[in-house]
């Protein structure tokens, strides 16, 4: 399979082109920069982005404009971008795209830890740790593991999290998730990480993942793209693609 980068330069971006260079069974075709032409990646079966906020949505329309299936990395995507990715989709058929806020298996084994204990405690809080050159906050893994925490605690009839605070300094609590806190710390020396803190009369649990190398990405990235060939439309985070669905 022929693949090419977005974003090839980049942190994560180049730790992909060294592990499809490494597969027997993918090519890489293109390795694009911020400054490069575009038109080799016309070349690739899948293309992955790692690039900004700012600059993948116009990569998409590129790619899916041309029928290129699309593996994005990228964060940054809310409800309105997604829908934006699904009407691409309608005028691109048989092409698929998997956009997943983190590529780690282990993250995607946490989110799934987080939501089978959610409906067993009373109180749920998420914290999470990145490098401070991170743009946004809370991380895209926090928001999504808040937002299935959260359904996860509807579906169970739980009460909202107990919290009796009156007064505080902005900020202090956290972000709210769907009623799920969420607080992030940036510091450097951390990569990514993450912690999901859950409490009931006389016990805790903390599930927590560290991410202490952005080659951890590259297993799950390689998944989707040999996925998503086969899966028209928008999926979204890679646990069905794991089998953890
Ligand atoms: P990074 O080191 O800043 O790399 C981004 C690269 O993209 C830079 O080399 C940049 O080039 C390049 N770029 C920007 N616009 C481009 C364009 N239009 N075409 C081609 N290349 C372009 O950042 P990173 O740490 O690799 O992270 C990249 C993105 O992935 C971020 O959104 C980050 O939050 C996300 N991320 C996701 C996961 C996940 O598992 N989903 C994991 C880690 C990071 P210039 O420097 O020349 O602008």
Not at 155 to 163: I, T
Not at 168 to 174: I, K, M, P
Not at 221 to 236: E, I, K, N
Request: with cysteine.
């Amino acid at each position: 399979m022929k693949v090419g980068v977005l974003g090839a330069k980049g942190r994560v971006g180049s730790e992909i082109c060294r592990a499809v260079d490494r597969a027997t069974d993918l090519r890489l075709v293109a390795g694009i920069g911020s400054d490069d032409e575009v038109d080799s990646l016309a070349l690739a079966d899948v293309v992955v982005d790692f690039t900004r906020p700012d600059a993948v949505m116009d990569n998409l329309r590129w790619c899916l404009g041309r029928g290129l299936h699309c593996v994005v990395g990228t964060t940054g995507f809310d409800e309105a971008r997604l829908d934006e990715v699904r009407g691409l989709l309608a005028d691109a058929p048989g092409v698929g795209v998997v956009v997943a806020p983190n590529f780690s298996v282990g993250a995607a084994l946490m989110t799934r830890f987080a939501v089978m204990a959610a409906p067993f405690y009373e109180s749920v809080e998420i914290v999470e740790l990145h490098h401070p050159d991170k743009a946004d906050a809370p991380s895209g893994t926090s928001r999504r593991t808040a937002e299935l925490v959260a359904a996860a605690r509807r579906e169970a009839g739980l009460e909202p999290v107990p919290d009796a605070t009156v007064t505080a300094l902005e900020g202090a609590r956290g972000a709210d998730v769907e009623g799920i806190h969420v607080h992030s710390v940036r510091s450097r020396g951390l990569v990514a990480h993450q912690e999901v803190l859950l409490g009931a009369a006389g016990e805790t649990l903390t599930i927590r993942h560290d991410s202490m190398d952005r080659a951890s990405f590259v297993p799950g990235v390689l998944v989707a793209v040999h996925a998503v060939v086969a899966r028209p439309g928008l999926t979204l985070g890679i646990e069905e693609l794991l089998g953890l669905d």
